[in-house]
């Protein structure tokens, strides 16, 4: 009997060997100019980055001063105005560490180049180009925005951080024609017929929608210069600079002076001057396709050109990373997007990744069929390529979940899915996507929602959750580029493994599991003895028979090697 009492006295201190709850794991940290930057665990890889998307207008307010600019004045449509979002305002966040805290390790914004100084009417109510992608000069940065310190400054800081910044690139088409901004030329632009998007010629040799001026991108033939932008850098005291680079961009290239390659001189400016990492390249197919192919290679020469003079702010060897907007792509499709008469293979014209349309609709199905899937597709169809996923997106108006009721499956399905994840500004808070009174896809792009951050208790805990799944992928590359296996139906648990060269991680996650007791399999994947740590909860375990034991009132665990 004393055995037996000895026995049962013991046994709790056994079975709390086996579940310890710890603090989590803090990532080592440098303190500069007192901001604390945290320093990464895992190796950056762009097939498994967590890229965080926004409206620079939308997004946070940085610098008061220069919300009103180019008496941009005239009384807008709901939400298409410009509201105050900057280039200051993004790099205010990244130092306060709110993108590191949400595992963010690039970010995506809209074009700031300069856009059209006057407002227009496309059907959905008068509008200005707060969203970036109506150019006017594609060598200067919206006053709206910022300036080119600001600029210079938000890279440099993301790079401290770890961070890529992706810079979000136009060459399909000029912003509309105003009172106060002339046509471009005949030589540079067509203005008709609209597209049909039937086939390849009425998809890409037309204008998008009536009033948008559609750029040349098929034509060799060596154009002049525009009056008005002549006009325009003239007043502006920077002609000869201008005009002097571009003789010296055409000298090293031997291109033609075409209207493509002008603003490819343009856009690569950008990565020259101040090492941007990547670009998001919109209206992809509306292009002729041999301008991408020269858009990446000038690309990743001013990529090369900027590490060369900078090497002491290289953040790795990664080379110059490219996803395009090829709208309604779908992963299932492989690397061909078909026009109907034509098939284009947009991952040999200059891109790693393309955007997946298709992820909002399969996560209809059960988590391991999607898993399965896109896992199988980028390991074999797609393999060496990838694809960005998305949720909820600025123009696309059937998203995941829009009334936001299903906040923690949309972080589960977008960020544990094989693949890059788009996580859209406001997913992590349930930013309101049906705004009164919009028209069209202004209801998509409300201002961020930081004053429900600050007082709403079940915001706070969506944004929580988005965080630990967030940080989960950003330091293990396994999540989004490592093979899937399912380990066990139910409940559901599955690894992933990465490998490349001599770097190996391996991580599995239970889903969909049980409050209270639950037994996590793991044979086969992770030996007896191997202590984990579940990270959602921060528990450290160790397992036992293939399996370990935790006990709490998660749906969810996250499991990693112990340190």
């Known amino acids: 009997m004393k055995k037996l009492l000895i026995a049962l006295a013991m046994f709790p201190l056994l079975f709390s060997c086996k579940q310890e709850k710890k603090e989590p794991v803090k990532e080592t940290a440098v303190v500069q100019d007192s901001i604390i930057i945290p320093q990464r665990k895992a190796p950056f890889v762009w097939d498994a980055a967590n890229i965080y ?32 979002g900057d280039i200051a305002g993004i790099t205010n966040k990244i130092k306060e560490g709110y993108f590191s805290d949400l595992g963010i390790n690039a970010i995506w914004f809209t074009p700031v180049v300069e856009n059209i100084h006057g407002s227009v009417d496309e059907g959905t109510g008068i509008t200005y180009g707060y969203h970036g992608y109506w150019a006017k000069d594609w060598t200067a940065l919206d006053a709206n925005f910022g300036t080119r310190d600001e600029l210079e400054n938000l890279v440099k800081t993301a790079h401290q951080f770890g961070i ?33 998007f039937s086939n390849y010629e009425n998809t890409t040799s037309c204008v998008l929608v009536e009033g948008l001026p559609d750029i040349l991108t098929e034509s060799s033939e ?27 961009f055409f000298e090293r290239t031997g291109y033609p ?48 050109t900027w590490k060369k003079k900078n090497p002491d702010e290289v953040l790795d060897d990664n080379p110059f990373f490219m996803t395009g907007e090829v709208y309604g792509y779908n992963i299932s499709s492989g690397r061909n997007y078909d026009f109907g008469d034509k098939q284009v293979d947009y991952y040999n014209h200059g891109f790693h990744s393309l955007i997946n349309f298709e992820l909002k609709t399969d996560a209809q199905n059960s988590y391991d069929q999607v898993f399965q899937k896109y896992s199988k597709l980028l390991h074999g169809k797609l393999k060496d390529k990838s694809v960005l996923n998305y949720m909820t997106s600025h123009d696309d108006g059937e998203p995941f979940d829009k009334e936001r009721t299903k906040p923690y499956i949309t972080a589960n399905y977008l960020l544990l899915t094989p693949g890059a994840s788009q996580v859209y500004y406001g997913d992590e808070t349930s930013r309101n996507l049906t705004i009164e009174g919009t028209e069209g896809d202004a209801t998509l792009r409300s201002f961020m929602n930081w004053d429900d951050l600050e007082n709403s208790e079940e915001t706070k805990n969506i944004l929580a959750h988005w965080q630990k799944l967030g940080a989960f992928r950003d330091n293990h590359p396994a999540i989004g580029a490592g093979r899937h296996k399912r380990l066990a139906k139910k409940p559901y648990v599955f690894s992933r493994t990465y490998i490349d060269g001599e770097y190996k991680d391996k991580v599995a996650v239970g889903l969909d599991l049980p409050k209270g007791k639950k037994s996590l399999w793991v044979k086969g994947f992770f030996g007896n003895g191997t202590k984990l740590y579940d990270t959602y909860s921060g528990t450290e375990v160790t397992v036992e028979n293939g399996k370990i034991i935790l006990e709490n009132d998660n749906n969810i665990a996250l499991l990693e090697l112990a340190e």
């Not at 620079?56 to 709901?78: C, I, M, P, W």
């Not at 690139?169 to 049909?196: A, F, I, M, Q, Y």
């Open 164 to 196: 890529r910044i992706l810079m979000d690139v136009v060459l399909n088409h000029t912003g509309p024609t105003t009172e106060k901004d002339p046509l471009w030329p005949e030589e540079w632009v067509r203005t008709d017929p609209v597209c049909e």
């Open 53 to 84: 998307f926004l409206l620079t207008d939308r997004f946070n307010n940085g610098d008061t001063t220069n919300d009103l600019k180019f008496e941009r004045t005239d009384s807008t449509a709901v939400l298409r105005g410009f509201m105050g």
């Open 257 to 304: 002076r075409a209207p493509r390659f002008y603003i490819i001189k343009w856009l690569t400016d950008y990565i020259n001057d101040f090492g941007i990492d990547g670009y998001r390249v919109d209206t992809v197919k509306h292009a002729d396709e041999q301008s991408w192919t020269e858009l990446y290679k000038e690309a990743s020469y001013a990529f090369s």
């Open 222 to 248: 060596a154009v002049e210069l525009p009056d008005h932008l002549l006009a325009k850098w003239k007043k502006e005291g920077r002609i000869s600079q201008e005009l002097d680079e571009l003789q010296l």
